[in-house]
């Protein structure tokens, strides 16, 4: 059977994967701190035991940081899907230092063009501060695919996101609202880093 790291030894094994090379700021490519990666992680693996032997997908993937954390804590595949080439060249690079390559499946398109049924979805979508409600496309897509969808948004957006999943025929279980720290990554970033009040839901049928 597989070891299962401690929570900070997954918290430095996450920090250490690769970052992407050059995040862009229209598609909101920030990196999922590893501290909040690995407080989803671990909520949604050993108190709903939602992770291990599951089949888990992460919409958006960027890197790749939640899908490999996932399959660390024992998830049976994981498929990560990101519009973007150069962060699923990453996320398949960190697959393999994480030693988790053959238990995944990285691919470069629209998260609308999956399809297929998933036990969990793990995503830290685009809040929608540059293309408004980009964060509930992204929901609406998880919610077709999976029985749980956990998913990261701002505080501030908690009553439209709420109203949003009960529209859609789903309910929150469990909310942790988090600090998470925003690292300086574009040019019109003025802080070192930018500290944003956020939202971990798990949302079910």
């Known amino acids: 059977m597989a070891r299962i790291p401690p929570r900070i030894e997954l918290e430095v094994m996450l920090d250490n994967l690769k970052p992407h090379p050059d995040p862009n700021p229209w598609l909101e490519q920030y990196t999922t701190p ?6 989803m ?61 053959e238990k995944s499946c990285w691919i470069v398109g629209n998260v609308s063009t ?15 501060t540059r293309r408004k409600h980009l964060d509930v496309a992204f929901l609406y897509e998880a919610l077709g695919l999976a029985k749980v969808v956990y998913s990261i948004h701002k505080s501030s957006t908690r009553q439209f996101v709420m109203d949003f999943i009960s529209r859609m025929g789903y309910r929150v279980s469990t909310l ?30």
């Open 114 to 128: 999956l399809q297929g049924s998933f036990d969990t979805i793990l995503m830290n979508p685009p809040f929608g």
């Open 34 to 39: 590893a501290e909040v990666a690995a407080e």
């Open 176 to 205: 942790l609202k988090i600090d998470l720290e925003i690292p300086h990554t574009f040019d019109f970033h003025e802080r070192i880093k930018h500290p944003v009040e956020v939202d971990v839901y798990r949302i079910v049928r």
């Open 41 to 101: 992680l671990f909520t949604a693996a050993f108190i709903h035991d939602d992770v291990k032997f599951k089949l888990v997908a992460d919409l958006g993937c960027g890197t790749g940081r939640l899908g490999i954390g996932a399959l660390v804590l024992g998830a049976h595949k994981l498929v990560g899907v990101d519009i973007d080439p150069n962060a699923i060249a990453v996320a398949v690079d960190n697959s393999l230092e994480a030693e988790v390559f």
